[in-house]
């Protein structure tokens, strides 16, 4: 079926059913950012292939809504599909409700898949469109009627870490989140985040691409603990494990049966963020359901001192992969046909290299020239770019490790770059250390880091629409909240021993797109009489290429972070590598 095919086949059954709105989200019955392929509703429906996105299907409109990340990208994915790109005005709002306010009367009817809707959207659907007297149904699945070849449910085998990797037992996990429900007095917590049972029962697999991830649930109560999961997946050694832990299995699909079997009056902690609508409407009560944030969430945000020295471990290994990347990439370009998803191959085949390495964190984003400027860009056979030797390379990519997750960007000229393209990146830069050398009070939120990183772009009228950092998992998520640096008001401090990202960006459509990223360590800094301060530690090793800095826009700080950035990445890494590398790479990171 052609996409417009398909548009037709689920306004026919609105039709039918007398639906007069019908909702995708971009999710899965874990609201999960990145999706199991049975799950990638939006691109099956339209073609977009975004990671964040909404649609919603009237007889007459049929429309995407997403953030500036994707705004190219949607608009050229969306071509002859019959839907329209309807552009976020703030990143991660769910303003077509409002759209849906605006054109619905009573007695109308809004429709979509409970599975894939969080309670927090649910409610918010309901608490805007039932006082207009707008009906809701959240248990219609209109794809399965006309998705003949939908994929079947993942069935990868999983397995638990040794508790010395990440350090801390299964036991001591759930302890400590059951201390956490003692302060909020509840008597269950449902968790249906996958990387939260992840952390949670040191238990990976890969279930999702790129996540270590395996689909369940889980419900923790003062004196068990049940994982939900489909049990082949794991070795019967793994389920001893977790039975000496405290752990108790059930079928991934019974959770609905045993929440409806709860006590009614007794309470039910969940993230109301986290859990889809489906499952909430399984609890007795909703009245008993306390939302709040998953208390796994914010420990597993900060990283003990195991995890953050294996992930400086893991840094050296991934950059010994991107030095011999780069290396090779100079020395080839222009010589032989390379494109953007060669040299992307090419990288993986590097990082591959590295003991220890399972598979890419994320699907590399190597953008050539103007596909640089698509903050989120895939490369395709259909759209791929022929590299020479000029212009810029942005590459985006990351690693999962068994000792660490990575995430970095790099740009890189290839030759003959301009004046202005000198001076955006130099800026650029400058936006990334200010963030990376930012000393805070404890207590401070992300986007203050956020303002501080931005200034430097900001004073000469230049500015980037994502934002400035994410949190990073331990052999994780890649994007791992509680905290995140954006311009959200968002009330979560950084704390010590959360991992974050810092990569500043300036993007010319058309032209090139430059964003420069590190993963830094919060620590603590020093206490005065005015407080606790905090700062952070640069964990990210890979060469910052000199060759695009104008000097003229540092001043004497930036050059001398820049200087022994350089010179830390040479003396990490040159012990692992062989000599040619050490030169090439000792020119790379000379003084400026």
Known sequence: MTYLEKLAAIREQMTDQHIDAYIIPSSDPHISEYLPDRFKCIAFVSGFTGSAGTVVITQDFAGLWTDSRYFVQAADQLKNSGFELVKLKTQGVAEYIDWLAE????????????????????????????????????TVDLLEAIWTDRPQLPKEQAYILESGLVGASVAEKISKVREAMRKLNVDHHLISSLDDIAWLFNLRGSDVKCNPVVLSFALVEPEATTLFIDREKLKQADVAALEQQGVQLADYDSLEDVLGQLPAGETVLLDPKRTCYAVYTQIPQYEHVIEALNPSTSLKACKNEIEAEHTRQTMVKDGVALTKFFK??????????????????????????????????????????EHGALPHYKATEENKATLKAEGLLLVDSGGQYRTGTTDITRVVSLGAATDTERTDYTLVLKAMIEGSTAIFPKGSKGYQIDAITRKPLWDRLRN??????????????????????????????????????????????????????????????????????????????????????????????????????????????????????KQWLADKTRII
């Open 103 to 138: 054109r619905l009367h009573a007695g109308n009817t809004v429709a979509f898949d409970g599975k894939l809707a969080s309670v927090s959207v649910a409610k918010q659907l309901i608490s805007q469109l039932q006082p207009r007297k707008v009906l809701i149904n959240g």
């Open 328 to 369: 090779w990439l100079e020395e080839h370009v222009g010589e032989e046909t390379l494109t953007e998803i060669s040299i992307a191959d090419k990288l993986l085949a590097f990082r591959k290299e590295q003991s220890g390495f399972v598979n890419e964190s994320f699907d590399t984003i190597a953008g050539y020239k």
């Open 464 to 581: 980037y629409g994502h934002g400035t950092g994410h949190g990073v998992g331990f052999f994780l998520n890649v994007h791992e909240g509680p905290h995140v640096l954006n311009t959200a008001n968002i009330d979560i401090a950084i704390e010590e021993g959360m991992v974050t990202s810092i990569e500043p960006g300036l993007y010319r459509e058309g032209r090139y797109g430059i964003r420069i990223e590190n993963l830094v360590l919060s620590v603590r800094d020093q206490e005065t009489e005015f407080g606790e301060f905090m700062a952070f530690e640069t964990l990210t090793l890979c060469y910052i290429d000199i060759s695009l800095v104008d000097k003229a826009l540092l001043d004497q700080k930036h050059i001398d972070w820049l200087n022994q950035y350089n010179n830390m990445v040479y003396e990490r890494l040159s012990p692992h590598l062989e000599e040619s590398e």
